[in-house]
């Protein structure tokens, strides 16, 4: 939006859910695009996104703009171009493997396998970063990530959010929402148990591999709605008593969303978090991840006599224009050699079958 002639380079594009712009010509995918099977082999064939980046070339250009949470930083520096990477996160399955092979990994002989590989991953990668003339973090938390990762300053600027489309609203039904993928790292399970063991009314909105196990953890007072339209998700969240996030998160856009509609949070103290909830104004925090931490800010959350209006202003903070805006005044900056890395700013994603994959827009 901040640069609508720029042409956007990705691995991948698939999914019927694509935002507008990546349905556009404007869209220059790498030779994944044509993979038989791709849409449903992209997770079992991320080693090939590293040589797919490396050979894909970027025509010659004065600044590429690199949205990244793992190997969009690996395409090739243009002579003369200056690189900017948007960080999302240093990747997870890198520098935090644990989670992401038990989770995607079931062979154990192949995890063991994969687990070898990876001080090669974290060297690579921290290779592939020395190539940026900045780094952008999408949160204080990946701030702290990437100088820990690659020992490199960033600035801060905050992911947009689309605050626009919700709307405080003086319903206030009994109940609260989770909305999240259902996979085992989101810990929707502490939730679940918090809200069994209370009685309290808990719908959760998404899909995934967790949930099987999570329906056999909940009691009747758990609802399990599946996927979602954004009109159905708009719908809940104006019409719930609050949100809970209780996964630990780099950022966490839908914490955000709940708080646009003017629903104070109920969140896991850490991660984005941490940045985007206002303990006491906007939600409050539980210290430990289990249930019992949960169901105790749960009577946290009973005691506070709740402002709609100051939650949605908070919310305002993470609007699309200061996205915009921000991401404008830092390439002005950045191509003056003005930039230091010190003060917050923000930026955004392509999509994969539904959700963020890499890309690198160019100008």
């Known amino acids: 939006e901040a640069y609508p002639d720029a042409p956007i380079h990705t691995s991948a594009t698939f999914g019927a859910n694509l935002f507008p712009v990546f349905r556009t010509n404007r869209v220059r995918n790498t ?23 490396l050979s894909h070339r970027l025509p010659q250009t004065k600044v590429a703009w690199i949205s990244s ?3 969009a930083k690996w395409i090739p520096k243009p002579a ?13 399955y890198f520098w935090s493997p644990d989670e992401y092979l038990e989770n995607e990994i079931r062979s154990p002989l192949l995890r063991r396998f994969v687990r070898s590989l990876m001080p090669l991953f974290r060297w690579s990668d921290k290779r592939q970063s020395r190539k940026f003339d900045l780094f952008i973090a999408n949160s204080r938390n990946v701030q702290q990530r990437i100088r820990d990762c690659y020992g490199k300053e960033s600035v801060v600027i ?4 689309n605050v626009d489309r919700f709307q405080v609203s003086d319903q206030r039904e009994d109940f609260f929402i989770i909305v999240s993928r259902l996979v085992s790292y989101k810990r929707v399970d502490l939730a679940v148990k918090a809200f069994t063991q209370t009685g ?3 719908v959760v909105i998404g899909d995934g591999p967790d949930r099987e196990r999570l329906e056999k953890l909940a009691g009747p007072s758990v609802t399990f709605l599946g996927r979602a339209s954004d009109e159905e998700v708009t719908d809940c969240m104006a019409r719930c008593r609050g ?3 209780p996964g630990l998160e780099d950022f966490g856009i839908t914490p955000v969303e709940a708080q646009a509609c003017g629903k104070p949070v109920i969140a896991f103290r850490g991660g984005g978090a941490l940045e985007t909830v206002i303990e006491g104004k906007t939600g409050v925090f539980f210290d430990q991840p289990d249930s019992d931490a949960l169901a105790s800010a749960l009577q946290n959350f009973d005691a506070i006599d709740w402002d709609p209006q100051t939650i949605r202003r908070n919310a305002e903070r993470f609007s699309t224009e200061r996205f915009l805006e921000e991401t404008r005044q830092v390439l002005r900056q950045f191509e003056g050699s003005a930039v230091t890395p010190t003060q917050p700013c923000q930026v955004a994603d392509s999509t994969l079958l539904d959700r963020p994959v890499e890309t690198a827009s160019v100008r």
């Not at 044509?34 to 079992?44: C, S, V």
């Not at 003369?80 to 997870?92: L, Q, W």
């Open 80 to 92: 003369g171009a200056k690189f900017i990477c948007y960080c999302h996160t240093p990747p997870r």
């Open 69 to 71: 949470s793992s190997f």
């Open 158 to 161: 905050y992911p947009p959010v």
């Open 200 to 202: 309290r009314k808990l």
């Open 31 to 53: 030779w994944m695009q044509h993979i038989p099977g791709m849409p449903g082999l992209h997770k079992k064939l991320f080693f090939l996104y590293p040589f797919a980046f």
């Open 243 to 245: 949100f809970v996030f």
